[in-house]
């Protein structure tokens, strides 16, 4: 397989059109304000399963062979939520491997969807290697959470919709974990305007596609716990497409800190009234911490998922302290 095109974009959109929906690209009024230009947030979030996930995960599960086993993968939670829906969708067996770092809503979310479970280890890489186990023992097929030339078409068709909604966008603040989002967002977005600025953010504790970009190979990372859970995990040491992509199209990454994007969900729901889990808020926190040098003009963020433990988001809410296991974040009220 080659890295995806603008055409193979194209294609996958159409693939994964019964099964993944468009979504709205709406006005922050309050966040244009506080820029000085305009602001706009692409709700991907409105997935069905709550995560943008399911456009990479559909388009991989529609492309393979039809005789298979089910499919499995590791995951943070969301990819492994978009391969059980797309599963159910196809009626595929789904065996999902997830690490005792994943929130127990999104475990909760992808068993509700008939999926089996298996959790395995404290990272990434110990479920991966469950993954390993069940192709060699039971032939399911793997499905990368990011390493995929059909997921990250998949995820680039949200790069299509921004072009084609807002032409005259010059800049893109994307969320960045294995970078099968931003990666597929850059090429169709850059096909259509080269002069694009495309920023990645992550959080600072565990920012493998940062370090690894700055180091020109896979690095590897320790993983604590985070508001940005989705974000957890390395790059793979063998990764084939991602690396390259997001060194070439992603022109600035950077970091945002736990009590930033505490503050960025508070902001996200108490000024437009969106419950966005912490991963989706890196932009916001990005966007708010002063280190994106402006002007970016018009300027889109895309919030990736919704998948935040109910009774954690009302203590952001309320501004109580967080204890995430390896780290606690100091409570502050709003406003
Ligand atoms: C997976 C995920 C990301 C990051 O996507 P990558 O392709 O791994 O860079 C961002 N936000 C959410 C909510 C996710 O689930």
């Not at 003009?297 to 919030?303: D, H, M, P």
Request: net charge negative.
């Amino acid at each position: 397989m080659t890295t995806p095109d603008l055409a193979a974009i194209h294609k996958a959109r159409e693939t994964i059109a019964g099964i993944a929906i468009k979504t709205p690209l709406v006005p922050s009024p309050f966040l244009s304000a506080r820029i000085g230009s305009e602001v706009l947030l692409k709700l991907d979030m409105m997935q069905p399963m709550g995560a943008f996930k399911l456009r990479g995960a559909a388009n991989a599960l529609m492309n393979l062979p039809k005789d298979i086993n089910g499919v499995t993968c590791c995951s943070t939670g969301n990819h492994g939520r978009g391969v059980a829906y797309a599963a159910k969708k196809l009626g595929l067996r789904a065996v999902i491997c997830m690490s005792e770092l994943v929130p127990q809503t999104k475990v909760d979310g992808i068993r509700a969807l008939g999926a089996e479970v298996r959790i395995v280890g404290r990272s990434q890489d110990d479920a991966q290697r469950e993954v390993e186990r069940l192709v060699d023992q039971e032939g399911l097929q793997d499905v990368s959470p990011f390493d995929d030339p059909d997921v990250i078409a998949g995820q680039g068709t949200i790069g299509l919709e921004l072009m084609e909604d807002r032409p005259d966008l010059e800049t893109l603040i994307i969320p960045l974990s294995g970078g099968g989002l931003a990666g597929g967002i850059a090429i169709a977005a850059k096909a259509v305007n080269p002069d694009i600025r495309i920023i990645g953010v992550t959080m600072e504790n565990g920012a493998a596609m940062y370090h690894s970009i700055r180091a020109g190979q896979p690095v590897d990372v320790i993983e604590v716990g985070s508001l940005a859970d989705s974000l957890g995990g390395g790059i793979m040491a063998n990764n084939r497409y991602t690396l390259d992509i997001c060194s070439h199209l992603i022109d600035e990454t950077l970091l945002v800190s736990e009590t930033e994007i505490y503050s960025a969900m508070q902001t996200l729901f108490f000024e437009d009234r969106l419950v966005s889990e912490g991963s989706a808020a890196t932009t916001i926190a990005a966007l708010l911490s002063g280190r994106i040098s402006q002007p970016c003009g018009k300027t889109a963020l895309i919030l990736t998922g919704r998948n935040v433990d109910s009774k954690m988001f009302a203590s952001i809410i309320a501004g109580q302290n967080l204890d995430l296991g390896d780290i606690r974040i100091k409570g502050q009220t709003y406003g």
